[in-house]
């Protein structure tokens, strides 16, 4: 218990006096999977609207197959791209693995699925005859696709926190294809697990507190968002 108290004293005093070591592997995280969930979001985005509004052959099989990528484990997804990028693989010669650029790819293929299934539940949420009344009055494509958007802005907001909040706190991934390689690649889940292995708890559990007010501040804004959602 004594151990537990001291160890929750010293993180609480890495936090306040802005330890330059903890905040750099919170920069660090906050940089990977903001530019992973910037990334995906207009591409997901895109394709959850076209599977709300559009009607072809293999939509159904593409949002089973969505679908099923919610489940999949992060290190499933760390060990296939692992295997892409590794220097037998196919995308070996990109020299990507144990970079952030590896651990940007692990994360957007994370979130992706996430991103589909949230938005494409919001645009189905929304009138299913906007798209043709907007062209009916003569609006571009362009301008349709922004007018729903703009409808259902809350939905997906909900859909890019839910996203951020799945990759910022992973660490299966992040570990297989960064490396956990110091003031580079160690990220905030990476590093609770290395400082955790060594004994050496105070880092850990600061980081800890750091992913803790992180996922309330999440899930608020993400009540929040749902609320307007449904309100709209």
Not at 119 to 133: I, K, M, N, P
Request: a positive charge.
């Amino acid at each position: 218990m004594d151990a537990l108290f001291t160890a929750t004293s010293e993180a609480l005093s890495l936090l306040v006096s802005g330890d330059a070591a903890l905040w750099e592997i919170v920069g660090i995280s906050f940089k990977v999977s903001s530019t992973a969930i910037l990334l995906a979001c207009p591409i997901a985005l895109v394709l959850a609207f076209i599977l709300a509004y559009f009607s072809f052959p293999g939509r159904r099989l593409l949002l089973s197959v969505f679908n099923t990528l919610l489940a999949f484990p992060a290190v499933v997804i760390g060990l296939l791209v692992y295997l892409l990028l590794s220097n037998q693989g196919p995308l070996g010669d990109w020299k990507l693995l144990f970079t952030q650029s590896a651990m940007v790819i692990a994360q957007f293929l994370l979130s992706f699925p996430i991103l589909i299934a949230m938005s494409h539940s919001a645009f189905q949420a929304a009138d299913q005859r906007a798209w043709e009344t907007s062209r009916t009055l003569g609006n571009s494509v362009l301008k349709t696709f922004l007018l729903i958007v703009n409808e259902v802005k809350f939905g997906l907001f909900a859909a890019v926190l839910a996203g951020f909040g799945r990759i910022i706190a992973e660490v299966g991934a992040s570990m297989m294809v960064g490396g956990n390689i110091l003031h580079y690649t160690r990220n905030i889940p990476t590093a609770i697990a290395l400082q955790t292995s060594k004994g050496e708890f105070a880092q850990g559990i600061a980081l800890g507190i750091v992913l803790i007010l992180l996922a309330f501040i999440l899930n608020v804004l993400l009540q929040y968002f749902q609320g307007k959602g449904r309100l709209a």
